[in-house]
């Protein structure tokens, strides 16, 4: 997976942004789009010769799924420009869905002219020819979707392909009844229409699902706010979340997240933790189609390191230990407080995996030790815990070696 990613100074701190990349996401959904709105004007012109009703519904139906790929773009559009997208997608949803009603409504006028009156189809290559065109293509327009856009925003392409797939389902049943009618039972062609009519009626009302689903979102922004807050929160060196903005559009998320990491980490570290970022915010609040994230680093005030304690007042030979010294330093080296913590051991089998834990949850930045097991390191590594190795067996000799490392 590739992200759009640059750096810029700002205030003499150095900021990292990476963001949904336009090549992976946002190629691929305007090529789709395009080509949706191409069927869209073949099955105008297969209406307005034919004059069947199935081909009415069918376009109707057509017109509401069109929300959807449409939604998704500007979505993505408004997003890449640091635009609110709710209000312009709420309008055009709503504007789709009357034009689409419309369409149903003439649609409706037509079944009743030929169930009452006479059959309308006429010009039969209309009828017969661009429903299969809408079925092959519609359904190339999904599959292409799905395999271009990168795996982590599965629930974004699906849910887009999905809707871009109803228009197989609004082909097939548009064209049975002109199907039949061919061979000479026109009626027939206004007794199927009922299938077309249900089924825009259903992308109907999919479309209308959408627009409350912004509505939902918008109740739920605290809770999306607290969940993020938190998830970054565990992250020790995660030391100021500055912003954090949502912005749902139909059943879409954007969103924005700018905070500052310490200053002595490094470049892969930092990149690391936005790409942990990334990765969470797509896999745990719904249908994210943009996402962009900001990062300083920038100085720290006050450093939490761990060093692990034997006889109270040396560093012990290994990091899994039984008392652990917790001290806020300053970048200067000066200590600010101490404490001694106590981790008993509950799974022999995973010890420094269970110490790591529990010093992470006690946000501590950086550990010192003099030697650590692969598991432990790994975990540490895990939570972007800055480890260093230390020769010294002295408390004050190693917290002067760590601040002048750093």
Same mark, same amino acid.
């Not at 404490?339 to 995996?353: F, P």
């Given at each position: 997976?590739?992200?759009?990613?640059?750096?810029?100074?700002?205030?003499?701190?150095?900021?990292?942004?990476?963001?949904?990349?336009?090549?992976?996401?946002?190629?691929?959904?305007?090529?789709?789009? %395009?080509?949706? $709105?191409?069927?869209?004007?073949?099955?105008?012109?297969?209406?307005?010769?034919?004059?069947?009703?199935?081909?009415?519904?069918?376009?109707?139906? %057509?017109?509401?799924?069109?929300?959807?790929?449409?939604?998704?773009?500007?979505?993505?559009?408004? =997003?890449?420009?640091?635009?609110?997208?709710?209000?312009? $997608?709420?309008?055009?949803?709503?504007?789709?869905?009357?034009?689409?009603?419309?369409?149903?409504?003439?649609?409706?006028?037509?079944?009743?002219? =030929?169930?009452?009156?006479?059959?309308?189809?006429?010009?039969?290559?209309?009828?017969?020819?661009?429903?299969?065109?809408?079925?092959?293509?519609?359904?190339?327009?999904?599959?292409?979707?799905?395999?271009?856009?990168?795996?982590?925003?599965?629930?974004?392409?699906?849910?887009?392909?999905?809707?871009?797939?109803?228009?197989?389902?609004?082909?097939?049943?548009?064209?049975?009844?002109?199907?039949?009618?061919?061979?000479?039972?026109?009626?027939?062609?206004?007794?199927?229409?009922? %299938?077309?009519?249900?089924?825009?009626?259903?992308?109907?009302?999919?479309?209308?699902?959408?627009?409350?689903?912004?509505?939902?979102?918008?109740?739920?922004?605290?809770?999306?706010?607290?969940?993020?807050?938190?998830?970054?929160?565990?992250?020790?060196?995660?030391?100021?979340?500055?912003?954090?903005?949502?912005?749902?559009?139909?059943?879409?998320?954007?969103?924005?997240?700018?905070?500052?990491?310490?200053?002595?980490?490094?470049?892969?570290?930092?990149?690391?933790?936005?790409?942990?970022?990334?990765?969470?915010?797509?896999?745990?609040?719904?249908?994210?189609?943009?996402?962009?994230?900001?990062?300083?680093?920038?100085?720290?005030?006050?450093?939490?390191?761990?060093?692990?304690?034997?006889?109270?007042?040396?560093?012990?030979?290994?990091?899994?230990?039984?008392?652990?010294?917790?001290?806020?330093?300053?970048?200067?080296?000066?200590?600010?407080?101490?404490?001694?913590?106590?981790?008993?051991?509950?799974?022999?089998?995973?010890?420094?995996?269970?110490?790591?834990?529990?010093?992470?949850?006690?946000?501590?930045? $950086?550990?010192?030790?003099?030697?650590?097991?692969?598991?432990?390191?790994?975990?540490?590594?895990?939570?972007?815990?800055? $480890?260093?190795?230390?020769?010294?067996?002295?408390?004050?000799? =190693?917290?002067?070696?760590? =601040?002048?490392?750093?």
């Amino acid at each position: 997976m590739r992200w759009l990613a640059g750096s810029m100074s700002r205030g003499g701190c150095m900021v990292i942004v990476k963001e949904t990349s336009y090549n992976e996401v946002g190629k691929p959904l305007i090529f789709v789009l %395009l080509g949706y $709105i191409g069927i869209i004007f073949l099955n105008i012109i297969a209406a307005y010769y034919s004059r069947t009703p199935n081909l009415y519904f069918a376009l109707s139906a %057509l017109i509401f799924i069109l929300t959807t790929p449409l939604s998704a773009t500007i979505s993505f559009k408004r =997003a890449m420009g640091r635009k609110k997208a709710s209000t312009i $997608i709420l309008y055009t949803t709503l504007l789709l869905i009357l034009v689409g009603i419309l369409i149903l409504a003439y649609g409706i006028y037509s079944l009743w002219i =030929a169930l009452t009156i006479r059959p309308l189809i006429r010009n039969f290559e209309f009828a017969l020819i661009i429903p299969i065109i809408t079925i092959i293509i519609t359904y190339f327009l999904a599959e292409y979707l799905e395999k271009k856009i990168p795996e982590l925003y599965w629930r974004f392409s699906r849910a887009v392909a999905d809707r871009v797939r109803g228009g197989v389902s609004a082909a097939a049943t548009a064209i049975i009844g002109p199907a039949i009618a061919f061979f000479g039972l026109l009626n027939f062609d206004a007794y199927f229409a009922f %299938l077309s009519l249900i089924y825009a009626i259903i992308e109907m009302k999919r479309s209308l699902d959408e627009i409350r689903t912004t509505s939902k979102l918008k109740k739920n922004l605290d809770s999306l706010n607290e969940h993020l807050t938190k998830a970054l929160r565990t992250i020790p060196n995660i030391i100021k979340i500055e912003d954090l903005i949502f912005d749902p559009a139909n059943q879409f998320l954007i969103v924005y997240s700018k905070f500052a990491v310490s200053e002595f980490l490094d470049d892969e570290v930092i990149d690391k933790i936005v790409d942990y970022a990334l990765t969470y915010i797509i896999e745990n609040f719904g249908i994210v189609s943009f996402v962009r994230i900001e990062v300083d680093k920038s100085k720290v005030e006050k450093i939490r390191v761990a060093l692990p304690l034997k006889n109270g007042d040396e560093i012990n030979e290994d990091f899994n230990a039984s008392k652990y010294l917790i001290a806020e330093i300053l970048p200067n080296g000066e200590i600010i407080s101490k404490d001694i913590i106590e981790l008993r051991n509950t799974n022999d089998k995973m010890i420094g995996v269970e110490k790591a834990r529990e010093l992470v949850k006690k946000r501590v930045m $950086i550990v010192g030790t003099k030697k650590i097991d692969e598991k432990a390191q790994r975990e540490l590594n895990g939570w972007f815990t800055k $480890i260093f190795l230390l020769k010294t067996n002295n408390l004050e000799d =190693a917290i002067k070696h760590i =601040a002048k490392s750093i």
